[in-house]
């Protein structure tokens, strides 16, 4: 405990030399940094596939979960496709009672971290729940509400507005379904930043485990596909085809790319403290091992054009960059983004660009805000098994963003770290670094 | 040792003043910034006040141009960001960009816009503009501020409603003490809307006459709005360009009370908890805490929770210290309660005046701690708290302290 205290008090690079005691007996457990953080389970709902093994699968063989929509109607809009979740039968992961006060949203991420928590062995009845946490991230959390609140609203006046819409209409309701259904007491963050919301919630919860003010904490995050917010983004001309020439579609790195589809889902990891870990004999996936950040100001709209922000999340987060074998990348299928990261990813790595395989997940899983907890497992999944998924839908790679894209075929290849980059419209910019374990 | 964390800069739009010097005014004057809504019409609402913002007027701040597109809530964010940004005299130092970041924290955000939009979508009476839409997330203030000036640091948006903006000063607090920022802008805005106006008034939490928290005839919140933004700084860099240092950022705590979607913990359990994180992340003692600043939204429930809960951790003390609920002034501002309410404390720990909690009459038997009732008191104060509890058992507590100068 005392080792604890002196660690958070000392737990910061760049203090190092001015704290002696820094330097702890379990240097296992613990870098100059801080404690080592590990991802010792991962809680998948997607739209190809609920649960990593199905996930996983379906990743390698490149199959795409977007469809024409479902459930309402897309006649008026020049989009028609989305990435929609299959019907899910959350029974299986819920309590009934509790079932009966969650909205879609957040049956889905509840459901994400009971398979996380499976996944990791956790029986969180023997843990201490003041010493687990949950980080989520969510764009526009439960929108479908929002909308059915406001509907019956408008349609009916103040008599109209239905109090149980409104306690899980709040971005933050679903954290607290999570801590409610599991009975974890400690630190309970929401982060809704666009893209970076997931990326976010994963960097907060890396830094207290770090720190030593947690053992576990589930982190990652989720959205949902609704009509109003299909709507919203059609509107604001963000979905494919938009203005473009091409077909509908996600074809990331494409030369023809031309918007995004529509995803949902969510994405949940455990990530722990090293020793905790060890204590248990969990299975670790991977080694979360740094966090980078930086914000462009092009536009309230606009990516970080240049790429220099992304360069510099990147740069950041991994602190031995020439160790860097692969890129899950924010790539979605926007004409600026996709080459945005592309400058990014060369400023960075030089000579070595070639040599880093880079894929986006968004070809298969869509866009959403709250994408970043699946990419996350996929990353944890990749340094894990040693295999890269490909990136699907292009057809000819555009020759801006001539990096090394994985395609067709999945490519077997040791990792000894990743990045996942994670880029908002605004400007708000996160990469996260993760090793093999 | 880790780096030490100041506030060189405060800015606030509030139903009682949109600069800090007629904030501070009017809450030690105890005035009551509660009046009809003018947002929208509430006569078919059982209650038909809020503390709205007023004397606002946004064509003192911006172009034509810039009012079309920016929310309310964006105004009020940007305008409180200036005086923020201003008074830590970041508008003259030459500092690296770079290494200023944002955090702010959300509740209603620009939802105003998004509802004027749908409702002219829904009704079919007009075909609404698009630009309505850009506030359709709830990240656009904070993005709006960072292009406005250039940050190019750590930029993300917490949202946790009620208690947003106070855990967006522990995420702005950890990016500096990683070392990604030197600075960082935090706080929050937001704006007065039907939408969350109608939700708190389904559930019955909406007082129909005025805020009077821990008095025994309360009936629950009255809305506000505005905005609190505060400076956050490493402390060398504050020093090295001799920026005006208000206080010390000492430590904040986050936890969830595992127990209901609306309802609090009823013995405190979780305000308990949430006070000792925060006090033990500070390196400070109960017995050095000389004053908080309550959540108390008064709403039966949580004041009694609250009570309980500061009970618990200060004892037989918890009678001494003053508490202020200054939400009987400034109403509740959901997503800039936080914000607003830190910057309260912060003015009290440097001018030794505590804010008054006023509309307090009648004492609650259940509620029988010093809540400087309807009189400001002048007081030494070191230490100081402020509470934030939000929805489904999402609490933060902050802990300022005065700067010492060593």
């Known amino acids: ?11 910061l690079r760049n203090m190092r030399s001015e704290c002696p005691e820094f330097r702890i007996p379990n240097s296992k457990f613990q870098n100059s940094e801080g404690h080592r953080v590990v991802i010792t389970g991962l809680g998948i709902v997607s739209s190809i596939g609920v649960g990593k093994e199905e996930f996983w699968k379906n990743c390698l063989q490149g199959n795409s979960g977007i469809r024409p929509i479902r459930g309402f109607d897309v006649s008026s809009y020049r989009s028609r496709l989305g990435a929609q979740l299959p019907e899910v039968d959350f029974k299986a992961f819920i309590k009934p009672a509790n079932l009966r006060r969650m909205d879609r949203i957040g049956r889905i991420v509840v459901s994400a971290v009971r398979l996380a928590l499976d996944d990791s062995g956790i029986d969180v009845k023997k843990e201490d729940p003041n010493r687990m946490g949950m980080s989520i991230g969510t764009g526009l959390g439960s929108s479908d509400t929002v909308d059915q609140f406001f509907r019956s609203l408008l349609k009916d006046g103040p008599t109209g507005a239905a109090p149980l819409l409104f306690q899980t209409a709040v971005p933050n309701a679903i954290a607290s379904h999570c801590s409610i259904e599991y009975g974890i007491k400690g630190v309970n963050l929401t982060f809704s930043h666009k ?31 609704s009509e109003p917010l299909y709507h919203v983004y059609s509107m604001l001309g963000a979905l494919s085809p938009g203005r473009g020439k091409g077909p509908e579609g996600m074809r990331p790195f494409d030369q023809d790319r031309n918007g995004v589809v529509l995803g949902e889902g969510s994405g949940i990891l455990v990530l722990e403290t090293l020793e905790h870990a060890e204590k248990r004999g969990a299975k670790m996936y991977a080694e979360m091992s740094g966090v980078g950040m930086a914000g462009s100001t092009d536009g309230l709209l606009r990516y970080d054009l240049k790429g220099d922000s992304i360069a510099k999340a990147m740069s950041v987060a991994a602190k031995e960059p020439s160790t860097v074998d692969y ?26 660009t070639k040599e880093i395989s880079v894929s986006s997940l968004k070809s298969m899983i869509g866009e959403f805000d709250g994408s970043g907890g699946i990419r996350a497992c996929g990353v944890a999944l990749t340094l894990f098994h040693g295999v890269i998924p490909p990136t699907i839908g292009i057809e000819h790679l555009d020759p801006q963003c001539d990096l090394n894209v994985t395609l067709g075929q999945p490519k077997k290849k040791k990792i000894r770290s990743a990045l996942l980059n994670g880029c908002a419209n605004g400007g708000s910019n996160i990469s996260l670094w993760f090793k093999r374990c | 040792m880790k780096k030490r964390v100041v506030i060189t800069g405060l800015g606030v739009v509030s139903a009682v003043g949109n600069s800090i010097l007629e904030f501070w005014n009017s809450l030690i004057e105890g005035k009551d910034g509660t009046k009809e809504i003018t947002a929208f019409d509430p006569s078919l609402y059982r209650t038909k006040i809020a503390a709205e913002v007023s004397d606002f007027y946004a064509e003192d701040h911006f172009s034509r141009k810039e009012i079309r597109r920016l929310s309310r809530c964006d105004q009020f964010g940007i305008v409180a960001f200036r005086e923020a940004w201003r008074s830590a005299r970041l508008d003259r130092d030459p500092i690296d960009k770079e290494k200023v970041g944002i955090v702010l924290g959300a509740g209603s955000g620009g939802i105003l816009s998004v509802e004027k939009y749908f409702r002219d979508f829904y009704q079919g009476l007009k075909k609404p503009s698009p630009s309505l839409l850009i506030s359709y997330s709830l990240a656009t203030t904070t993005d709006l501020i960072a292009i406005e000036s250039g940050l190019k640091g750590p930029r993300t948006t917490t949202a946790t409603v009620c208690s947003s903006s106070s855990a967006s000063m522990g995420v702005a607090c950890e990016m500096i003490q990683m070392d990604l920022a030197d600075v960082m802008v935090t706080g929050g805005s937001d704006s007065l809307c039907e939408v969350s106006y109608s939700g708190f008034s389904s559930l019955k939490l909406i007082d129909p006459e005025s805020c009077k928290p821990f008095d025994r005839r309360r009936q629950g919140l009255v809305i506000g709005e505005g905005a609190g933004i505060l400076i956050l700084e490493e402390l060398e860099h504050a020093l090295k360009r001799n920026a005006p240092i208000r206080s010390e950022f000492l430590g ?27 006090l033990n992340h500070a390196g400070i003692t109960p017995e050095e805490v000389d004053a908080i600043n309550a959540h108390g939204t008064a709403t039966p429930f949580n004041d009694i929770a609250e009570t309980r809960g500061i009970k618990k951790v200060f004892g037989e003390r918890a009678r001494e210290i003053p508490i202020s609920g200054i939400k009987s002034m400034v109403g509740h501002c959901l997503g800039s309660a936080g914000g607003i309410e830190a910057v309260a404390t912060v003015l009290t720990l440097e001018n030794g005046i505590i804010p008054p909690t006023i509309h307090y009459e009648v004492p609650d038997p259940l509620c029988d701690l010093n809540y400087t009732p309807n009189q400001s008191i002048k ?28």
């Open chain 1, 195 to 225: 893209e970076t919301s997931t990326e976010m919630a994963m960097a907060f919860a890396y830094r207290l485990l770090k720190e030593g003010r947690a053992d576990v904490i589930l982190a990652g995050g989720g959205d949902e596909l």
């Open chain 2, 379 to 406: 007081r030494d104060v070191q230490v100081a708290l402020s509470n934030s509890f939000a929805f489904g058992g999402n609490n933060v507590c902050l802990v300022f302290g005065k700067y010492d100068g060593v």
């Open chain 2, 252 to 278: 904040y705590g986050i936890c969830a009370d595992a127990y209901h979607l609306t309802a609090p913990e009823p013995n405190g359990e979780g305000v308990e908890r949430v006070m000792r994180i925060a």
């Open chain 1, 327 to 352: 890129i899950c990348a924010a790539a979605n299928s926007t004409p600026d983004l996709d080459r945005a990261e592309t400058l990014a990813v060369k400023k960075v790595f030089g000579e070595r």
């Open chain 1, 1 to 11: 405990m005392e080792f604890e205290m002196r660690n958070a008090e000392c737990g």
